[in-house]
């Protein structure tokens, strides 16, 4: 089974696209067979990123029946070992992706064999966003070390964490476990799922201790992209320490990523930013951060929520 | 149950050892101050301005609590007593007194134990 990598990370911007193409350059560098899917539905770039400009096959295709298996809208990048499902061309209401082709694609991803699969995900939490994010339990968040990008990053991680427990209980139940939360915690209580889970714990124990478990074996990570100079180095491991003790989810950061005015030039002139500058600071840390997130995973569970 | 912030002790809120150094607390206390102040990037919309509050009061609460020896030892007991630190710690090693260093045979014939060279004539 392919070892999957969701990258999300909340706000636009923050080089999600251009993490996932290095990480699945070094990926297919490694020898394994690496695929990237755009899932940036209605925004999709990845493309560019890895070489294929106009894609013959798009993921449409697959949603459209245009083809049969979503194995058949893989198209091969110039990379050795690289391959892309674009989201290129796709209709201009791809965004809306229904329901029933939302399981019918979760699915479909988990049938594909490739050794690694990365995933890259659209900005915001829409729930095609975070469901996408939950078909693996080693999502990557990338932020920026901007006040926006990690006020983003914060949402996404909890809507991530309620959109978990929102698969454990119908509507009506739901809805009443928020009220409940929000009598005994206070008005602010509608945005911490550490809250709701209190309430889960007293009311619902069987569900409480199959969130708790789900939870304890998530295997997210942190990247801090685009740090400055006079950036805090350790902002990434403090945003993880609030993280563990404020909301009680285990997150590892895995790494910096220098901002490079070279990452401009190299988008530009569309070509792979690891191979024109191989030997800046920005390339070693993002080798880096791949020798973190390769490294042997050991097995790897699927969400069964499909 | 995954305790809440509140209910954590004083060594945890810091993430310090309970044997920490006093150098170790000061430098926890002022990382714990980088994270939580108002306009940390760290934790910037993560809390309300009323927990943010909180949160500083209990940091300081600790702070002052373990960079006192008195009130820290009194805090550690009561740790042991909840159960939540063990009774038993390490004590540093006895401090060696000037007779006990300084004890060299220097009478003719007469070496202490282990002596490598001869005594003076």
Not at chain 1, 101 to 123: E, S
Not at chain 1, 134 to 152: A, D, H, K, R, V
Not at chain 1, 174 to 191: H, V
Not at chain 2, 14 to 38: K, S, T, V
Request: overall charge neutral; proline content about 4%; aromatic content about 10%.
């Amino acid at each position: 089974m392919a070892h999957i990598w969701p990258i999300g990370g909340g706000k636009g911007g923050s080089g999600k696209s251009f993490i996932t193409s290095s990480l699945g350059r070094l990926s297919a560098g490694l020898g394994r067979r690496t695929l990237v899917i755009d899932l940036d539905l209605g925004a999709a770039n990845l493309h560019t990123l890895v070489g294929v400009p106009y894609p013959s096959k798009s993921f449409s295709d697959f949603l459209q029946k245009k083809v049969g298996r979503l194995d058949d809208t893989v198209v091969e990048t110039p990379f050795e070992n690289l391959f892309l499902i674009s989201g290129a061309q796709d209709p201009f209401d791809i965004a809306n992706l229904p329901y029933e082709q939302k399981i019918k694609t979760l699915r479909a991803i988990m049938k594909l064999h490739y050794d690694c699969i990365l995933l890259d995900l659209g900005a915001g939490t829409s729930f095609n966003t975070l469901d996408f994010f939950l078909l693996s339990q080693n999502g990557i968040f990338i932020t920026t070390p901007e006040p926006t990008s990690i006020e983003n990053v914060y949402r996404l991680i909890r809507s991530v964490y309620f959109r978990r427990i929102r698969y454990c209980f119908s509507v009506s139940q739901f809805k009443a476990l928020e009220e409940e939360a929000i009598e005994q915690f206070g008005e602010g209580a509608f945005n911490k799922p550490e809250c709701m889970m209190k309430v889960i714990e007293r009311d619902h124990p069987e569900s409480y201790r199959e969130l708790q478990n789900d939870f304890n074996a998530f295997r997210f990570r942190l990247v801090i992209n685009q740090l400055h100079k006079r950036d805090n180095a350790v902002l990434g491991l403090h945003i993880c320490r609030i993280i563990e003790k404020h909301m009680g989810l285990g997150i590892e950061f895995t790494g910096n990523v220098s901002y490079d005015d070279h990452v401009h030039d190299a988008i530009c002139q569309q070509v792979s930013f690891l191979d024109r500058y191989p030997y800046t600071k920005t390339a070693g840390e993002l080798r880096a951060v791949g020798r973190q997130i390769f490294q042997p995973a050991g097995r790897q569970l699927m969400l069964q929520y499909v | 149950m995954r305790k809440s912030f509140a209910e954590l002790n004083y060594y945890e809120m810091l993430d310090i050892r309970p044997d920490a150094a006093a150098f170790e607390i000061r430098q926890a206390y002022d990382a714990a101050l980088q994270i939580y102040q108002p306009g940390s990037l760290v934790s910037h919309s993560f809390f309300t301005d009323a927990e943010r509050q909180e949160i500083l009061s209990l940091v300081e609460k600790a702070y002052r609590t373990l960079i006192q020896d008195q009130l820290r030892k009194a805090y550690d007991d009561a740790l042991v007593r909840r159960g939540e630190l063990d009774a038993v710690r390490e004590t540093a090693p006895a401090v060696k007194k000037p007779v006990g260093i300084f004890s060299i045979s220097r009478g003719r014939g007469r070496q202490p134990a282990g002596a490598a060279f001869p005594s003076p004539e």
